[in-house]
Nanobody, 130 residues
Framework: QLQLVESGGGFVQPGGSLRLSCAAS????????IGWFRQAPGKEREGVSC????????YYADSVKGRFTISRDNAKNSVHLQMNSLKPEDTAVYYC???????????????????????WGQGTQVTVSS
């Protein structure tokens, strides 16, 4: 069965950190674009950070630049999102997704073209509150 499974969400106070993980099973992440997206209540899903599995190029939304870091763990067929200096506005359900690299003209489009993703995880809740 081909699937992505997220983990690492939770509750944290402002300024705290969380590390999200996205593990792929049934397929390898080679030749895939992997993206982290989030959706807060009443808001549209937005791209947070994306990475190309072929060359490691990354993209970050302006709202998380300098605070979040995306990385790939080839040995574990996983992608991680290290989130530091968390803010209440980071509260959302976070999803990881994988799509064929050939579908995305640039690394920036990986965080925009949600319809081009073939696999989605079930989501993990991140809540930032005092």
């Amino acid at each position: 069965q081909l699937q992505l499974v997220e983990s690492g969400g939770g509750f944290v106070q402002p300024g705290g950190s969380l590390r999200l993980s996205c593990a792929a099973s049934g397929f390898t992440l080679d030749n895939f674009a992997i993206g982290w997206f989030r959706q807060a209540p009443g808001k549209e899903r937005e791209g947070v950070s994306c990475i190309s599995s072929s060359d490691g190029r990354t993209y970050y939304a302006d709202s998380v630049k300098g605070r979040f870091t995306i990385s790939r763990d080839n040995a574990k067929n996983s992608v991680h999102l290290q989130m530091n200096s968390l803010k209440p506005e980071d509260t959302a359900v976070y999803y990881c997704a994988a799509g064929w690299l050939a579908m995305f003209p640039t690394v920036q489009t990986m965080c925009v073209m949600t319809s081009a993703y073939d696999y989605w995880g079930q989501g993990t809740q991140v809540t930032v509150s005092s």
